[in-house]
């Protein structure tokens, strides 16, 4: 299974499984949802991406050796391309997405440097006979220092809510990155260009740049570059990654991609369906607006968002912005069996756990505290509702303390409207 596949799949189980033998894993549920836009493919490919979280590409782009030394070696010159498309029939290969045709087109579209590595793979049957997603990948140097470049190609349903979110911006709370824009073309395809880190909370300086592009065919193209030669395990080369904003957007929208699309439209199996993330079960708009339905007065919500059993709001109550997220489960019973944190039981038999962290997401904040109240029903029904002082996840403090009291996390955590989500 490629490696974004486990991520994708284990990061999506975090927030359906969770079971808090420490409070950082509830954080990295929250992540793994919010980063949901970062196109990380439920089941098959990643955010995910969320939240890891490393923000990869769409399909199995990084194994086989890709970034690590595995792929075909031996740099090769390659000139500013004059004729894309024309380039792209050399293989001989038309009505077939192989390796070879995905390779020299992305090769043919990249600026003149020189390709260092490369690795890809057609349209092929995997495991149990579904088909394999197509991808090329290099690692490109123009001159400036090594940098890997990916392409990947899935297809999605289109016009649907699916589709839609594979080009929608990430909410800078749950994923920090520098810029986020999304657009409709003319022809109708959407568009989105993602400027972070495959680190978000930047710890570590290796940039990811990331076009996706979703066709009115519902075929998805997802181009991601870095400034080093791999993902991980490899140091940054180069302040920024190779191409530019514009010419991500001119790469994945090439004209020379057309045929290979048109191809592959026929023969791909299955729509890559959500990104990580987007199960079913309780709404992700129904989540955050009872989320937001039962704080206090007084409270602007500034930013929100979530995903299946979970939601998120960032409120500034004009003494600096706070982060509130909420976990709704199911068959949880055996929960309180790991709590460590102060322990009580309401008159219902509802157990709940209240506790008062420092770094409560382990991602470098400075100044963070975050503050969790556990709820676990006697049924097993599960609520759990945590504050930050910061306006994000990984994010400094901006505040002393969190929007919400403990009593208010509490009563809020306890509130009846949430027993509608069972």
């Known amino acids: 299974m490629p490696f974004e596949d486990e991520l994708g799949q284990a990061l999506h189980r975090t ?49 086989g050796g890709a970034f690590d030394g595995g792929g075909k070696d031996g740099a090769v010159e390659i000139a500013s391309p004059s004729d894309p498309a024309g380039k792209d029939k050399k293989d001989g290969s038309a009505g077939a997405v192989t390796e070879e045709r995905m390779l020299g087109t992305l090769k043919s579209l990249l600026p003149e440097g020189r390709i260092r590595q490369e690795n890809g793979r057609g349209l092929e049957a995997g495991p149990g006979g579904r088909s394999m997603p197509p991808y090329a990948s290099v690692v490109f140097d123009d001159g400036r220092g090594a940098a890997a470049v990916v392409l990947s190609l899935n297809t999605v349903v289109p016009d649907s809510e699916e589709a839609e979110e594979w080009v929608t911006c990430p909410s800078k709370a749950l994923v920090p990155h520098d810029n986020c824009t999304s657009e409709t073309l003319a022809d109708g395809s959407k568009y989105m260009l993602f400027q972070g880190y495959v680190y978000p909370d930047k710890r570590v300086a290796t940039k990811n740049w990331r076009a996706t592009l979703v066709t009115p065919a519902g075929v998805l193209f997802d181009v991601t570059e870095y400034n080093a030669p791999g993902e991980k395990g490899t140091a940054v080369s180069r302040p920024n990654p190779p191409l530019t904003p514009s010419q991500m957007k001119a790469l994945v929208t090439a004209g020379a991609w057309k045929p290979i699309a048109e191809d592959y439209a026929k023969t791909a199996a299955e729509p890559a369906g959500k990104p990580a993330g987007q199960g079913g079960g309780t709404s992700a708009d129904a989540a955050h607006k009872t989320l937001a339905s039962l704080l206090p007065e007084g409270m602007k919500v500034t930013d929100k ?12 109550d004009g003494k600096g912005k706070s982060f509130i997220q909420v976990n709704v489960q199911s068959g949880m019973s055996d929960v309180p069996g790991h709590w460590t944190g102060s322990v009580t039981t309401e008159p219902d038999g509802t157990r709940v756990m209240e506790e008062q962290q420092t770094d409560p997401d382990q991602k470098g904040g400075a100044g963070t505290v975050g503050w969790t109240v556990d709820t676990v029903r006697a049924d097993g029904f599960r609520v759990v509702v945590m504050a930050f002082n910061a306006p994000g ?17 509490r009563k809020l955590a306890l509130d009846k409207s949430w027993l509608t989500y069972k």
């Not at 079971?19 to 089941?43: F, M, Q, S």
């Not at 002393?400 to 009291?405: D, K, N, S, V």
Request: no cysteine; proline share 5%.
């Open 15 to 63: 927030g359906e499984t969770l079971r808090p033998t420490d409070r950082p894993a509830l954080v990295e549920g929250g992540l793994t949802r919010g980063r949901r836009r970062l196109a990380r493919r439920r089941g098959a490919a990643v955010t995910g991406s969320v939240l890891a979280l490393a923000v990869v590409g769409v399909t199995g782009a990084y194994t």
């Open 393 to 409: 996840q990984g994010q400094d403090a901006s505040r002393p303390e969190p929007a919400l009291t403990m009593a208010q996390l």
């Open 305 to 316: 968002g979530g995903d299946s059993g979970y939601g998120f709001v960032v409120v500034d």
